[in-house]
C-alpha cells in the first residue's frame, strides 16, 4: 500500500462520507474505530495526530501495553477479540467498549470486575451470522436470551451487535450478510439498541448501507499487519 497513514486515514474517511451520503444518512452518522493490532505505538500516534480517538485491540498483553505507553492520550479503548474467562478482570478495568461478547458467563464476569467508579462498560453482543462453526459468536437462534439477560447485568450497558461475516468480494452478499445482523438487532427492539458494529477494510460501504454505525478498519488504515 503506499501513501502515509495520514493519507490512507483521510481516504477511509472519504469512503465513509460517500458511504453514509449513497444511503441517504448525516454526515457523522457512522463512526471510525482504527484497529491497531500488532501495529506499533507510532502507528496509532500517527493516527491520533490526525484526529483518530477510537481505537481496537484484539490482543490483551499487546493492548494493555500500549495503554500504558499512551495513557496521556484521549483514546477511547476498543476490545474486539476473543476473550478468556481469565482476561475479563483487565478488559473491565481498561477499556470503554467489548464488542466480542458471546457468552453470558464472560458478560457476569466483565460486570462484576467493572469498577464501582468507572461508567458502565459498553458491551456488543458478537454474533455468528454465517453460521461458520471456525467463528465466535453466539448463534442466531440464541440472540434474544442472551441478549436481555445482558441487559439486566448492572455495570454494563448493552449497546449492540457485532459480527465479523464470512469474507466475500461479492457486494451483494455482503449486503446480505449485513442486512441479516440488522433485521437481528430489529428484533431486540424493547431493549433501545443504539449500535451495529460491522464493516471492515474491504467491505465498510456495504456495512453502512445495511445501517452500521461503526466500522472497524486496519488494513485500509495502518497497512499490512508487520510480520
Known amino acids: 500500500m503506499t501513501g502515509s497513514i495520514a493519507e490512507r486515514l483521510a481516504a477511509v474517511w472519504r469512503r465513509i462520507r460517500a458511504a453514509e451520503r449513497t444511503a441517504g444518512r448525516e454526515d457523522g452518522s457512522v463512526r471510525l474505530i482504527a484497529v491497531s493490532k500488532s ?6 500516534i500517527a493516527a491520533y495526530r490526525q484526529g483518530q480517538r477510537e481505537f481496537g485491540e484484539n490482543y490483551l498483553q499487546e493492548a494493555l501495553a500500549k495503554q500504558d505507553r499512551l ?17 475479563t478482570k483487565a478488559i473491565a478495568n481498561r477499556f470503554a467498549w467489548v464488542h466480542s461478547v458471546d457468552r453470558l458467563k464472560i458478560a457476569e ?8 467508579d468507572f461508567p458502565p462498560l459498553n458491551i456488543c453482543l458478537q454474533v455468528n451470522i454465517s453460521g461458520e462453526s471456525s467463528k465466535g459468536g453466539v448463534a ?4 434474544a436470551a442472551l441478549a ?9 450497558r448493552l449497546r449492540g451487535l457485532m459480527a465479523i461475516p464470512a469474507p466475500t468480494e461479492d457486494v451483494e452478499q455482503q449486503r446480505t450478510n449485513f442486512r441479516a445482523l440488522r433485521r437481528a438487532q430489529e428484533q431486540l427492539s424493547n431493549l433501545e439498541l443504539d449500535t451495529l458494529s460491522m464493516g471492515m477494510s474491504e ?3 456495504a456495512a453502512i448501507l ?9 488494513t485500509a488504515i ?3 499487519r508487520p510480520g
Do not use: C, Y
Open 39 to 44: 501495529q506499533p505505538v507510532e502507528a496509532l
Open 71 to 87: 495513557a496521556h492520550f484521549d483514546i477511547g479503548w476498543h476490545f474486539i477479540g476473543p476473550i478468556q474467562s481469565n482476561k
Open 109 to 116: 464476569r466483565l460486570s462484576e470486575q467493572r469498577p464501582l
Open 140 to 143: 442466531v437462534d440464541d440472540l
Open 148 to 156: 436481555e439477560a445482558v441487559s439486566k447485568l448492572p455495570r454494563l
Open 203 to 205: 467491505d465498510l460501504e
Open 210 to 218: 445495511e445501517g452500521a454505525t461503526r466500522v472497524r478498519v486496519g
Open 222 to 224: 495502518f497497512g499490512p
